[in-house]
């Protein structure tokens, strides 16, 4: 019996439709861009492994730290404990993060990582004594598939078998081009009329909501009235960390700073999970009491798990070399090249570039979601390629380790022109 007949006698993977998907590639081995399966065939990684690789595979310094770390301490308690991993991860992340953040909350994963926020943000006020109970989130977005990350996410495929158990949140539009006055005026009437915990956001960049993309400026004016108005600000900077938007962080784009801070994906270099969260110091302030009751009870047995905050130092030294970033801006510029020239073809509704990510809008008869039937189109066409590129359904977008070579890149692109053109002599 061979991997995949094994795999589908024993294991349910994720977003996986199990009557209708294929049976899952059997992968054995990365190396920088690349991932092998069982025969020997090389893919191109143009996604990151769902977005957390931004190193490359199997990178051979991410394995010596971890390794070296496995042979000291591979895992302790974290309530009434600490360790050096932990610690200076905590001190060299509130170095690169937004001034105003001041203490590191360790969890799992982005999910956790969001539910850790918002629990923060609603204890917040009730440790104060203050009755507040809505929450402002943007439509279309993707917090996570914890219920409170559901609960703030749009109301779609991802969440609606669970609908009626989610709580209830007040959406606003997205400020993309054109429809900034709409959402501030949104936010303002919310804000106004309604007792408002916090204002949670993917920065700059909605994820799995189709790679949509809308400017810092917009989210700057949010930001600052929320400010004037005593509503707590959430970055779900889960995607968009660690380079992705051309900066470090897509908030060092803005000038008025998030109160909490939401990080994981690309944190430990993509090889292990780990989620922060972290906040301001008037946040951290509001639990220290002689009540208990205003302790945060929220924790994890793997909490600050020493062998993940090592991966994630790491990871931290390598962005600490020059060609880090040598590299994300060498992508931007290839993205943007690339950007110009297929961004007026008839094949498709929309192309948006931030960063070293790109995404193209593919015109299609269905509405654009994730269920768009093209998905499963796109998908094979990619595979047949030697690429892996996991569309939001009719949403082709290129997220890739920053070690890619130009000549890959160059290869997906032409891969990318390909399909438009067999889209739309198809028809």
């Given at each position: 019996m061979?991997?995949?007949e094994?795999?589908?006698?024993?294991?349910?993977?994720?977003f996986?439709?199990?009557?209708?998907a294929p049976?899952?590639?059997p992968?054995?081995r990365g190396?920088?861009?690349y991932?092998?399966?069982e025969?020997?065939?090389r893919y191109?990684d143009?996604?990151?492994?769902?977005?957390?690789n931004?190193?490359g595979h199997a990178h051979?310094y991410?394995?010596?730290?971890?390794?070296?770390?496995l042979?000291t301490l591979?895992h302790?308690?974290f309530s009434?404990?600490?360790?050096?991993p932990?610690v200076?991860?905590?001190e060299?992340?509130l170095k690169?993060l937004p001034?105003?953040?001041s203490?590191?909350?360790?969890s799992?994963?982005?999910s956790t990582?969001?539910?850790?926020a918002l629990?923060?943000a609603?204890?917040?006020?009730?440790?104060k004594?203050v009755v507040?109970?809505?929450?402002?989130?943007f439509?279309n977005?993707?917090?996570?598939d914890?219920f409170?990350g559901?609960?703030?996410?749009?109301?779609?495929?991802?969440n609606l078998p669970?609908?009626?158990?989610l709580?209830?949140?007040?959406?606003?539009p997205v400020?993309?081009?054109g429809s900034?006055?709409?959402?501030m005026?949104?936010?303002k009437?919310?804000?106004a009329?309604q007792?408002?915990?916090?204002f949670?956001?993917?920065?700059?960049v909605?994820g799995?909501?189709g790679?949509?993309m809308y400017s810092?400026?917009v989210l700057?004016?949010?930001?600052?009235?929320?400010?004037?108005n005593n509503v707590?600000?959430?970055?779900?900077?889960v995607m968009?960390?660690f380079?992705?938007?051309?900066?470090f962080?897509?908030?060092d784009?803005?000038?008025?700073k998030?109160?909490i801070?939401?990080?994981?994906?690309g944190?430990?270099g993509?090889v292990?999970?780990?989620?922060?969260?972290s906040?301001?110091e008037?946040?951290?302030?509001a639990?220290?009491?002689?009540?208990k009751?205003?302790?945060?009870?929220?924790g994890?047995s793997?909490t600050?798990n020493?062998?993940?905050?090592?991966?994630?130092?790491?990871?931290?030294?390598?962005?600490?070399?020059?060609?880090a970033?040598?590299?994300?801006h060498?992508?931007?510029k290839k993205?943007?090249?690339?950007?110009q020239?297929?961004?007026?073809?008839?094949?498709?509704?929309?192309?948006?570039q931030l960063?070293?990510?790109?995404a193209f809008?593919?015109?299609t008869e269905?509405?654009?979601?994730?269920?768009n039937?093209?998905s499963e189109?796109?998908s094979a066409f990619?595979i047949s390629?030697?690429?892996i590129?996991?569309?939001l359904?009719n949403?082709?977008y290129v997220?890739p380790?920053y070690?890619?070579?130009d000549?890959?890149?160059d290869?997906?692109?032409e891969?990318?022109?390909?399909f438009?053109?067999?889209?739309?002599?198809?028809k």
């Amino acid at each position: 019996m061979n991997l995949q007949e094994r795999d589908k006698k024993v294991v349910w993977h994720p977003f996986t439709q199990i009557k209708t998907a294929p049976l899952p590639i059997p992968i054995v081995r990365g190396e920088g861009t690349y991932l092998f399966d069982e025969k020997g065939n090389r893919y191109i990684d143009g996604m990151a492994s769902w977005w957390v690789n931004v190193h490359g595979h199997a990178h051979p310094y991410l394995a010596k730290k971890i390794s070296e770390q496995l042979f000291t301490l591979e895992h302790a308690i974290f309530s009434g404990f600490t360790h050096e991993p932990a610690v200076q991860l905590a001190e060299r992340l509130l170095k690169r993060l937004p001034h105003n953040q001041s203490k590191i909350f360790y969890s799992d994963n982005g999910s956790t990582a969001v539910e850790v926020a918002l629990k923060m943000a609603f204890q917040y006020w009730s440790n104060k004594n203050v009755v507040k109970t809505k929450i402002i989130a943007f439509e279309n977005a993707y917090h996570g598939d914890t219920f409170g990350g559901m609960s703030v996410g749009a109301r779609n495929a991802f969440n609606l078998p669970f609908s009626k158990l989610l709580f209830d949140v007040i959406h606003i539009p997205v400020p993309v081009k054109g429809s900034e006055k709409e959402t501030m005026d949104a936010l303002k009437k919310a804000v106004a009329e309604q007792e408002i915990v916090a204002f949670i956001f993917e920065p700059l960049v909605q994820g799995a909501g189709g790679m949509v993309m809308y400017s810092e400026k917009v989210l700057d004016e949010l930001i600052k009235h929320c400010r004037e108005n005593n509503v707590i600000t959430i970055a779900d900077e889960v995607m968009t960390g660690f380079g992705r938007t051309g900066k470090f962080f897509a908030s060092d784009y803005l000038v008025h700073k998030s109160d909490i801070v939401c990080l994981s994906k690309g944190l430990t270099g993509g090889v292990m999970p780990l989620g922060v969260t972290s906040c301001a110091e008037f946040i951290y302030e509001a639990f220290i009491s002689d009540d208990k009751m205003k302790t945060f009870f929220h924790g994890h047995s793997y909490t600050a798990n020493t062998t993940a905050c090592s991966a994630a130092l790491a990871s931290l030294d390598l962005f600490d070399l020059p060609d880090a970033f040598e590299n994300v801006h060498r992508i931007e510029k290839k993205h943007d090249v690339f950007l110009q020239k297929i961004k007026n073809h008839k094949a498709l509704i929309d192309a948006r570039q931030l960063g070293t990510i790109i995404a193209f809008e593919v015109k299609t008869e269905e509405h654009t979601n994730y269920l768009n039937s093209l998905s499963e189109r796109i998908s094979a066409f990619f595979i047949s390629k030697g690429i892996i590129l996991r569309p939001l359904g009719n949403i082709i977008y290129v997220l890739p380790p920053y070690c890619i070579k130009d000549e890959d890149l160059d290869y997906i692109y032409e891969s990318i022109e390909l399909f438009l053109e067999e889209l739309v002599n198809s028809k």
